[in-house]
């Protein structure tokens, strides 16, 4: 796992913490109705955040190694 991947992590578990914590406060249908929605795009958030990532690493796989310098 990347740094970069990891942080998203955190970012998806905080982001869903707080749709639950806004259900919790405000009771009511409104909330209820939202928070799908919400937790929704978030996970579409994340897939494209992941897919990005896989781009990017297949992308850097792709490249040939880079030369060693040598020194005297």
Same mark, same amino acid.
């Given at each position: 796992? %990347? %740094?970069f991947? !990891? !942080?998203f992590d955190l970012v998806y578990v905080f982001a869903l913490t707080q749709v639950t914590a806004c259900m919790a406060h405000?009771?009511?249908w409104a909330p209820a109705? *939202?928070?799908p929605? *919400? +937790?929704a795009a978030l996970a579409g958030a +994340? %897939? +494209?955040l992941a897919a990005v990532a896989a781009a990017e690493t297949w992308r850097y796989a792709a490249l040939p190694p880079p030369a060693t310098l040598k020194t005297a």
């Open positions: 796992m %990347t %740094t991947e !990891f !942080f405000q009771l009511g109705a *939202a928070a929605w *919400a +937790v +994340v %897939t +494209v």
